[in-house]
């Protein structure tokens, strides 16, 4: 279970590492949208601000993956990131849900993982 924890780790900490780099080094051609995606995607490059403040915490979350520190703070402050991004594939771009589900359910297996450092969190007092 360690080898599986290292493996789904280390992907989603490049996945999040690589599309965070090309967002702020300009490597990836931006995407044709039309449609409902074409107005949400207006909405957020018009608001000049969530992109990069999305893409600054999912480089910070990408490091601490691949480098294995913080990842239970990083698991929970990139999980609000990965609903958005599941939920913007399901309904959508359908052709990129296999990565989404792959990003969710990785990163609740990580939480599963570090359960114990979250129990505290939910303790009734």
């Known amino acids: 279970m360690k080898i599986a924890t290292i493996i789904i780790r280390s992907l989603i900490g490049l996945l999040l ?4 780099v090309g967002y702020f080094l ?14 949400f995607d207006v909405g957020l490059v018009s608001s000049t601000y969530i992109m ?5 915490i999912e480089l ?3 490091l601490a993956f691949i480098f294995d520190l913080y990842v239970t703070l990083a698991s929970i402050l990139i999980l609000p990131i990965v609903l958005n ?7 959508l771009t359908p052709q990129a849900l296999p ?5 969710f359910l990785g990163n609740f297996f990580l939480i599963y993982k570090h ?7 939910f303790a009734r007092k």
């Open 99 to 103: 990565i989404s589900i792959f990003l």
């Open 60 to 62: 910070l979350c990408g």
């Open 17 to 20: 590492l690589f599309v965070s």
């Open 26 to 39: 300009k490597l990836m051609p931006e995407p044709v949208t039309n449609g409902d995606f074409k107005a």
């Open 115 to 121: 359960w114990d450092n979250y129990e505290r969190l």
């Open 85 to 91: 991004i599941l939920f913007l594939d399901y309904y």
């Open 52 to 56: 990069p403040i999305a893409k600054f």
